[in-house]
């Protein structure tokens, strides 16, 4: 069994691990300062922790896209390498919307990255993207694409949604706005009224969206809905939501506010998760100063109902050692 590195990638939170067909691994994550975008690729997950990481792209000074770069994805699109991100704008800096960059090359490592702009709403959609949006992911299924995202109703102190869409491109709907998701438990609910950092996994038969609720401290956690593979994914009816959430914090292991993940395939078929989450619970001022939610790994099993399990207890977590103080938490 291999043994993957815990903490994959020290001080990257929102990490997302993209395989492509020809078996490379690319890491992309929020960047500390929260003003660039940078990836880095392996030909294994463990060789992503020490790969060169290229930065692609730089926030602007002013106006959109010149604040809060956060949670961006790399995903091949209709024959694109595209990244997704949210940023916000100066002077407001809580106008943060989705936007995307663009590679013009078949390799995203060397080829340049050109901005996409603002992801675009269909034709007859007057509400995806017009208040804080963020969290943007992509998939595709039986030959259709989709993009699911979270949205506040109420800037950026209100109710944080995930939404449900077909894409025409890469950056343009096709459809209009379905709520998939509201934050319905308490559980959803601390400190702020959340859902947002959906992440999706096909398997058994199903589709599986994992997401991110409450707070960003110890209170942070994951939930989940599925539907049938086959079922209308525009469609709310076709999503069940579980009632609890399948990851939180777990204080003997030093696991704190785990969330934000991606799903991929590990090098030995197996499905993994890889998430942030802080090794203490205690944080000095703004949450948004800490930097150390750090990236891991985390082995995904499943119930006899095909159903993902993301059992804490049976992790190898900090098995590699931090290289200094500040990255642990412990200044």
């Given at each position: 069994?291999?043994?993957?590195?815990s903490p994959l990638a020290v001080q990257r939170a929102d990490p997302y691990v993209y395989k492509h067909t020809d078996g490379s691994y690319y890491f992309t994550a929020t960047f500390p300062d929260y003003d660039r975008i940078a990836?880095?690729?392996a030909s294994t997950i463990n060789g992503l922790t020490t790969a060169e990481e290229r930065t692609v792209w730089v926030r602007h000074i002013f106006g959109p896209m010149s604040s809060h770069i956060w949670a961006p994805e790399i995903h091949y699109v209709m024959g694109k390498w595209v990244i997704y991100f949210a940023a916000g704008s100066v002077p407001d800096v809580w106008a943060i919307r989705p936007y995307a960059i663009v590679c013009d090359s078949d390799d995203p490592m060397t080829g340049k990255w050109s901005e996409a702009g603002m992801m675009q709403s269909a034709k007859d959609d007057p509400y995806s993207f017009t208040d804080f949006s963020l969290d943007m992911t992509v998939f595709e299924h039986q030959n259709r694409?989709?993009?699911?995202?979270?949205?506040?109703?109420?800037?950026?102190h209100g109710i944080s949604n995930l939404y449900i869409a077909e894409l025409e491109t890469p950056t343009k709907l096709k459809t209009v706005q379905v709520l998939l998701t509201t934050p319905d438990y308490e559980w959803e609910r601390e400190l702020f009224w959340v859902n947002e950092g959906p992440t999706v996994l096909k398997k058994n038969g199903k589709l599986f969206v994992a997401y991110s609720?409450?707070?960003?401290?110890?209170?942070?956690?994951?939930?989940m809905l599925s539907a049938d593979q086959n079922s209308d994914l525009l469609d709310p009816t076709s999503w069940k939501k579980r009632n609890k959430p399948v990851c939180q914090t777990n204080e003997k292991l030093k696991v704190f506010g785990p969330g934000h993940n991606s799903f991929v395939e590990g090098e030995e078929g197996e499905t993994l998760c890889v998430l942030h989450f802080r090794s203490y619970e205690k944080i000095i001022g703004d949450p948004l100063e800490d930097h150390n939610r750090h990236a891991h790994i985390m082995r995904v099993e499943f119930d006899e109902n095909g159903e993902p399990v993301f059992d804490l207890e049976k992790q190898d977590f900090y098995n590699v050692?931090?290289?200094n103080e500040k990255q642990a938490g412990i200044n």
């Open positions: 069994m291999v043994k993957y590195n990836i880095r690729r694409w989709y993009t699911i995202w979270a949205e506040k109703v109420g800037r950026q609720a409450s707070g960003t401290g110890a209170m942070y956690c994951m939930g050692p931090f290289t």
